[in-house]
């Protein structure tokens, strides 16, 4: 009898054991991947993109970022005006009839876009969105534009000001780049202000802790699908988990005047931002942090690493918490796709998708698709440039570079015989759409989807 099993299960083995050679992976292409890449990429193409990340608007519009660029920044070559790829954008976006960017030229695109601009109808971005095949498109910006059609533009708004409530000038001369971002939290904390009827600082930490909890709820009643935080800019994304008294002590000691050092600073900022991210759960408000090199001289790759935040998004008291990590840690996107094995953690690949070059961009898709491709999203960081080369171009690139990326990704995955071709399409819906889609329809957003 034993024996017998035995045979039987011998039998049974090398029956599965033939069904695994068929779905053994290998190291190597087994099939014309090339034409996988063009089957996979018609596919791709047809399907509509759900952008998590961008910056739509005109160029002298300032409320396209609560930042703005430091002075003489260092361009990476790719986003530097004469990458002629922006000419093919162009062209197949507008029609534009030159091969290159001569201020002469490059002047047929600004009064394309300034003509769009004064009609001040929202089917102006409409139809780029409809261009690309675009369904829907996160701005993140420090407040909506009347040319913006809600219906397809979903507002992410700004929670960095709240860090800022005291006397600046030691954080506003730190650095040059820090000179021209702490002024601006300033000018966006006194909107908020202005927009809750807030005349001066609450007297304590508990009126202040309302106003920010108020606003945020006040924004998200305005059509606000989730908060933005650039901190990366500004300080270290470790927040550490001081007691109240302390943070209570340094707003009795600073909300009515006074410079605080730069640790009271800190300690201050770390307590109300665990404040935001248990108001966000309540509210089922995402939070959106950018994970990510940043522009400046003074940029801190260290402070600005993704893996700082792991204590946060690790903490059970956030469970309910949805995080977003902007630009998927970029160069650290390995770090940052494994936190998003936390359930309530994800990742988007915008900025990523202009940054890099196709070829570059696909290694990176490779290996997302391989570990939580269900919380990855597509996203661009669109931005308008100058006057000629706008959000519009940025928009194309992003699109472009991704699509193409994730279709060659996907070639190989198939021609590796790791996934079949049927999963890739599975995936690839996922990424581009379905994943965003889901993530924002659960949440409790107002009013605009
Ligand atoms: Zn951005």
């Known amino acids: ?41 018609g596919k791709i193409n047809a399907i509509p993109l759900y952008d998590n990340h961008s910056h739509p608007g005109f160029a002298d519009d300032s409320d396209v970022d609560a930042m703005a660029a430091p002075p003489d920044e260092s361009s990476v070559l790719r986003l530097r005006d004469d990458n002629p790829e922006f000419v093919t ?43 690309l095949n675009v369904e829907t498109c996160l701005a993140n910006r420090a407040f909506m534009a009347p040319y913006l059609d809600s219906k397809r533009f979903h507002w992410v708004f700004f929670g960095d000001s709240f860090f800022y409530p005291f006397d600046n000038r030691d954080q506003t001369a730190s650095t040059p780049d820090m000179g021209v971002y702490i002024p601006l939290q300033e000018k966006m904390l006194a ?13 304590d930490l508990a009126g202040y802790e309302a106003f920010v909890r108020t606003t945020m709820a006040d924004n998200q009643k305005r059509g606000g699908v989730a908060m933005k935080y650039e901190a990366a800019y500004f300080r270290s994304l470790y927040f550490s988990d001081p007691p109240r008294e302390k943070a209570e002590a340094i ?16 300690i201050f900022q770390d307590y109300i931002f665990r404040v935001m991210v248990d108001q966000a759960g309540k509210l089922k408000l995402p939070l959106h ?37 902007v630009h998927g840690g970029w160069p650290y996107e390995k770090e940052a796709a494994l936190l998003t094995a936390v359930k309530n953690v994800y990742l988007d690949t915008s900025f990523q998708s202009e940054l ?23 996203g661009s960081d669109a931005f308008p440039f100058n006057d000629a080369l706008g959000a519009e171009e940025s928009f194309w690139l992003a699109a472009h570079t991704t699509r193409t990326a994730l279709a060659a990704a996907l070639a190989e995955l198939v021609g590796e015989r790791a996934i079949t071709q049927n999963k890739a399409l599975e995936l690839a819906r996922l990424y581009l759409h379905d994943n965003a889609a889901k993530l924002y329809s659960s949440g409790n957003a107002g009013g605009t989807k």
């Open 191 to 203: 909107r908020y202000k202005r927009q809750m009827s807030v005349k001066a600082l609450p007297a």
């Open 89 to 131: 954008a162009a062209k197949s976006l507008f029609g534009y009839p030159y091969d290159d960017f001569k201020p002469e030229h490059a002047r047929w695109l600004a009064d394309r876009k300034n003509a769009a601009k004064k009609s001040g109808s929202s089917a102006y971005f409409d139809q780029i969105l409809d261009k």
């Open 289 to 325: 942090f950018h994970t990510a090199v940043g522009i400046g001289d003074y940029f801190s790759l260290r402070q600005g690493h993704v893996l700082n935040l792991e204590n946060v998004l690790r903490d059970p008291r956030y469970k309910n918490t949805t995080f977003v990590l």
């Open 251 to 266: 707003y009795a000691s600073y909300h009515a005047g006074g410079v605080p050092s730069a640790e009271e600073y800190r």
């Open 356 to 378: 890099l070059y196709p070829s570059q961009f696909k290694d990176v898709l490779k290996q997302l698709l391989t570990l939580f491709p269900d919380k990855m999203m597509y």
């Open 1 to 41: 009898m034993k024996r017998l099993l035995h045979r039987a299960t011998v039998a049974l083995l090398a029956l599965a054991s033939a069904s695994v050679v068929r779905a053994q992976s290998s190291p190597y292409p087994t099939t014309d991947v090339q034409k996988l890449y063009e089957d996979l990429l």
